[in-house]
């Protein structure tokens, strides 16, 4: 069975920095792609970062430049690094991947911007 936790979120003030974790297991994680969405309350999930088998990484624009998704495959995990936090960037994070044609989330780590 798919498993995905994430760690990491917390309170941070405006132009701090969290790192976000997610550990994966069940799937065979070096071949999956991997995302981090976010919901903040009243909207919808939105992607904020991709990253493909290969490395390959793509990102919402409104985080471009202030984060960095990456992933370690010897330890079947993947990273959203977030730099220059905002407060729009308060939400619950999400940890997500494709696997046999099924959508696998993690439980959704927080993340609050604030003074």
């Known amino acids: 069975q798919v498993q995905l936790v994430e760690n990491g979120g917390g309170l941070v003030q405006p132009g701090g920095s969290l790192r976000l974790s997610c550990a994966a297991s069940?799937?065979?994680?070096?071949?999956?792609?991997m995302g981090w969405y976010r919901q903040a309350p009243g909207k919808q999930r939105e992607l904020v970062a991709h990253i493909t088998s290969d490395g390959n990484t793509n990102y919402a624009d409104s985080v471009k430049g202030r984060f960095t998704i990456s992933r370690d495959n010897s330890k079947n995990t993947v990273y959203l690094q977030m730099n220059n936090l905002k407060p729009e960037d308060t939400a619950v994070y999400y940890c997500?991947?494709?696997?046999?044609?099924?959508?696998?989330w993690g439980q959704g780590t927080q993340v609050t911007v604030s003074s």
């Open positions: 069940g799937t065979p994680f070096s071949i999956n792609a």
């Open positions: 997500h991947t494709l696997y046999n044609y099924q959508n696998y």
